[in-house]
């Protein structure tokens, strides 16, 4: 069984670029493209915000983007705002349909 | 408008069992996977298992398989999470997804059904 290995917390000051990555221990992000990202807010459901690596959702902006090197994918939030602060997951495909969320980053606006 | 409605919170004994659903509406329900994850309190997401309504063809992560059962009724669009025999550990929130156009992403969620097991 894959795992996907997050940093526990992330800090950013409003205006400023982070980068949240994701690096998986078995050969699932390295060998497909299919890395997604989900925004979560407390007591709320998550949401989609990068899909297939780079792609984002309509209705998310693009100070959110994705890449993916080697075994490591990264979440990229440019211009950070107060309101993306929130719990980032990584997910990756594995091969017959199943999917493996990673632990989590806590993402912080000072 | 798609939408995946569950109610909010069940609460049971351990030893019961339970059925918690996710009706679906807004689109072609047989067209796209859904998914259960379970949150536990204070804790992060776990990806349980899919299935496919179009043929209730069902997949399970290995961490789940044999505890949970996930199935389908195409005529109500709804897809159901189930549990034998509960215990304290049950106790999470569950979400049901629906999976879009890729493979990993889950484009609309639930809004989650808590489910409260005491011991």
């Known amino acids: 069984q894959s795992a996907l290995t997050q940093p526990r917390s992330v800090s950013g000051s409003p205006g400023q670029s982070v980068s949240l990555s994701c690096t998986g221990a078995?050969?699932?992000?390295?060998?497909?493209?299919?890395v997604s990202w989900h925004q979560q807010h407390p007591g709320k459901a998550p949401r989609l915000v990068i899909y297939d690596v780079t792609k984002r959702p309509s209705g998310v902006p693009d100070r959110f983007s994705g890449s993916k090197s080697g075994d490591t994918a990264f979440l990229t939030i440019s211009g950070l705002r107060p309101e993306d602060e929130a719990d980032y997951y990584c997910s990756s495909y594995e091969g017959r349909q199943i999917v493996f969320f990673g632990g989590g980053t806590k993402l912080t606006v000072l | 408008e798609v939408l995946l409605a569950q109610p909010g919170e069940e609460v049971k004994k351990a030893g019961e069992s339970l059925r918690i659903s996710c009706q679906a509406s807004?689109?072609?329900?047989?067209?796209?996977?859904i998914a259960w994850v379970r949150q536990m309190p204070g804790k992060g997401l776990e990806w349980m298992g899919t299935i496919y309504p179009g043929d209730s063809d069902s997949r399970y992560s290995p961490s789940f398989q044999g505890q949970v059962t996930i199935s389908v009724d195409k005529s109500l669009s709804t897809a159901y999470l189930q549990w034998d025999s509960l215990q304290a550990s049950d106790t999470a929130v569950y979400y049901c997804a629906r999976r879009g156009d890729t493979l990993t992403g889950y484009d609309f969620w639930g809004q989650g059904t808590l489910v409260i097991v005491s011991s």
């Open positions: 078995a050969s699932d992000v390295a060998t497909y493209d299919f």
């Open positions: 807004g689109y072609t329900f047989s067209r796209h996977w």
